[in-house]
DNA sequence: CAGAACTTTCAAAGATTTCTGAAGACTCGA
DNA sequence: TCGAGTCTTCAGAAATCTTTGAAAGTTCTG
């Protein structure tokens, strides 16, 4: 087995590229890799040298989109923290939202453009291709869950 | 018809929610909003107030991502673009690149922590998951242009 | 119920990103 | 080839976003 921090690292960097703050992708990257079945935020904090404060934002905003969730109840008095299953396809799904964004602001644009203009032929074809996907997006991440589940 | 300026603001937020910085959100809506064609960068600077500095980056940025186009031969001396013809499926495609860097950070993550490790199977999902949508986003974009295209 | 063990919050420092403005490069017509 | 008009580049200023560290809040245990 090849260097998992390394490994880690780097995917904490491609996280970083998506968009997540830099400690928020360590962190998730630390729970992607983590030995155990859950981690607690205090050993979060000692592996990757940061900040309780900067690990408790992280976990904070990695609950609110779905990727790791509190583990119920282990006979401890840390809070224990893993990765969701499906964590991706939920991701995904909340990126559905962003789609939504779109659409809407291509409708609201049509309105305010007037009906012939050369903006409404573009805007036109924005909320066409933004309704599309809005529509058959969840029913593609769907069917990845079927497969799945289908053993 | 409403205000269009405050419709295309509205948008321009939008779109620098999903990432563009602030001065290329509103050079992008711009175009979007256009009454005209094509468009110059001396006309967007005036129109939005920013530098030609700003409007000159915010270009290179949309052209590279295949928002806009150069407008091939307009006797002015000046450049004119316009927003491409399928610039929404464009970019769609192009955040496909974004799935493949997930792919294979989750590969290279499984290469790295042992195949029978808890992160391993973490790591599986992932890389099946993002695998999956690798390959079905580009069929769903392409259905999209073939609807579009059946008049 | 008090104290210890953790966690969260938040103001301020630090880091990073973005924008500007001016200098230089390019293009085209004369 | 020159010069007017336009575009790009880039260093530094400005704005924004992150992280820290310490104080306040919570929650368990004894």
Same mark, same amino acid.
């Given at each position: *087995?090849?260097?998992?921090?390394?490994?880690?690292?780097?995917?904490?960097?491609?996280?970083?590229?998506g968009?997540?703050?830099k400690a928020t992708?360590?962190?998730?990257?630390a %729970?992607m %890799?983590?030995?155990?079945?859950?981690?607690?935020?205090?050993?979060?904090?000692?592996?990757?040298?940061?900040?309780s404060?900067?690990v408790?934002?992280?976990?904070? *905003?990695?609950?609110?989109?779905g990727?790791?969730e509190?583990? !119920?109840?282990p006979?401890?008095r840390r809070?224990?923290?893993r990765?969701r299953?499906?964590?991706?396809?939920?991701?995904?799904?909340?990126?559905?939202?962003m789609v939504?964004?779109? &659409?809407?602001?291509?409708d609201q644009?049509?309105k305010?453009?007037?009906?012939d203009? !050369?903006?409404?032929?573009?805007?036109?074809?924005?909320?066409? &291709?933004?309704? &599309?996907m &809005?529509?058959?997006? !969840?029913?593609?991440?769907?069917r990845?869950?079927?497969?799945?589940?289908a053993t």
């Amino acid at each position: *087995m090849a260097d998992t921090t390394e490994a880690a690292e780097r995917m904490a960097l491609t996280l970083a590229q998506g968009g997540l703050q830099k400690a928020t992708a360590r962190v998730m990257a630390a %729970f992607m %890799f983590a030995d155990t079945d859950s981690v607690t935020a205090t050993e979060l904090a000692e592996q990757l040298h940061i900040s309780s404060g900067s690990v408790s934002g992280a976990i904070k *905003m990695l609950s609110t989109v779905g990727l790791i969730e509190r583990v !119920p109840a282990p006979a401890s008095r840390r809070e224990h923290y893993r990765m969701r299953d499906g964590a991706w396809a939920t991701l995904m799904s909340s990126q559905n939202g962003m789609v939504q964004a779109m &659409f809407e602001a291509a409708d609201q644009g049509i309105k305010a453009a007037g009906a012939d203009s !050369p903006a409404a032929r573009r805007l036109g074809e924005m909320r066409d &291709f933004y309704g &599309f996907m &809005f529509r058959e997006l !969840p029913a593609l991440i769907d069917r990845w869950r079927a497969g799945r589940d289908a053993t």
